[in-house]
T-cell receptor, first 114, second 112 residues
Framework: DTAVSQTPKYLVTQMGNDKSIKCEQNLGHDTMYWYKQDSKKFLKIMFSYNNKELIINETVPNRFSPKSPDKAHLNLHINSLELGDSAVYFC?????????????FGSGTRLTVV | DQQVKQNSPSLSVQEGRISILNCDYTNSMFDYFLWYKKYPAEGPTFLISISSIKDKNEDGRFTVFLNKSAKHLSLHIVPSQPGDSAVYFCAASRYNFNKFYFGSGTKLNVKP
């Protein structure tokens, strides 16, 4: 049974479209994250939610909007997609911040904007 | 500006030998460090961690060394096995463990 699951795994879409990526974790973790792996392979944090509350919001365009309906789900909605949004997006979860046990990652969503 | 750097994009090692993966960081406030392993088409998986109060942490074949004065950490894998072939990311954090900074990864190839 997958601990952190993301859907879809692959997403190819045209510029200007709106798309969503879903993430669910069954670990009972309180904190969830979205990371973006760019073309240089760096993993950069975008957002973090703790128990449905936004606690980290990095410098990300307003076109990206996270939604956490409950602490087991963190979805990412992207409006007006641009070519530069092409990347692999990883969802992750962890225990309460401060326990330093690291994240459990999903398998990633490869977004390609054409 | 990247605060965590892995300057070797790839490393090739013979099975049974030692693999040494390196990582440098620039922020002296970082006090918690992790290594992740990633296979293709999968998410990174946690491997081993170390806090700044230690200079070494060992878990089976994996040992992480931390040199705070040099702002450098390394991951040693002994003996290396073909199943260790993957991309290895180091990550660092300040006291707020909620946010980790990742390096760009080193692709390890262990040859049989």
């Amino acid at each position: 049974d997958t601990a952190v699951s993301q859907t879809p795994k692959y997403l190819v879409t045209q510029m200007g479209n709106d798309k969503s990526i879903k993430c669910e974790q069954n670990l009972g973790h309180d904190t969830m994250y979205w990371y973006k792996q760019d073309s240089k392979k760096f993993l950069k944090i975008m957002f973090s939610y703790n128990n449905k509350e936004l606690i980290i919001n990095e410098t990300v365009p307003n076109r990206f909007s996270p939604k956490s309906p409950d602490k087991a789900h963190l979805n990412l909605h992207i409006n007006s997609l641009e070519l530069g949004d092409s990347a692999v997006y990883f969802c992750a979860s962890s225990q309460v911040p401060g326990q330093g046990v690291g994240y459990t990652f999903g398998s990633g969503t490869r977004l390609t904007v054409v | 500006d990247q605060q965590v750097k892995q300057n070797s994009p790839s490393l090739s090692v013979q099975e049974g030998r030692i693999s040494i993966l390196n990582c440098d960081y620039t922020n002296s406030m970082f006090d918690y460090f992790l290594w992740y392993k990633k296979y293709p088409a999968e998410g990174p998986t946690f491997l081993i961690s170390i806090s700044s109060i230690k200079d070494k942490n060992e878990d089976g074949r994996f040992t992480v060394f931390l040199n705070k004065s040099a702002k450098h950490l390394s991951l040693h894998i002994v003996p290396s096995q073909p199943g260790d072939s993957a991309v290895y990311f180091c990550a660092a954090s300040r006291y707020n463990f909620n946010k980790f900074y990742f390096g760009s990864g080193t692709k390890l190839n262990v040859k049989p």
